[in-house]
């Protein structure tokens, strides 16, 4: 009879112990599947801040294209004024010096 009691005893903590084992296993599976979604959303946020920097990129890349344009006809611009006044300050010299010859013609 002491042997038939220690046998339930042995099978009620075997089924403790099971139940436990269960218990330990899921937890460990819930763990795990928290663990995957995690890493599924940094995935996900990544990818995201990844995808917003390549678009800053190509918009600073066009915005600078765009930059070296306006800064080149600012050039062109200031390079074709200055060759225009030294042309109207051409001219200018070029009236006095014939109305300096008129006037010393006169004389």
Sequence with gaps: QRLEAQVV???RENKALVAESKGAKQALKD?????????QREAEAASMELQRLEAQVV??????K???AESKGAKQALKDAE??????????????????QRLEAQV
Excluded at 31 to 39: G, K, T
Excluded at 59 to 64: I, K, S, Y
Excluded at 83 to 100: I, K, T
């Design 83 to 100: 060759v225009d006044r030294v042309a109207a300050a051409q001219r200018e010299a070029e009236a006095a010096s014939m109305e300096l």
């Design 66 to 68: 765009a930059l070296v």
């Design 31 to 39: 763990a795990e599947v928290d663990r995957v979604a995690a890493a």
């Design 59 to 64: 918009e600073l890349q066009r915005e600078n």
């Design 9 to 11: 005893e042995l099978q």
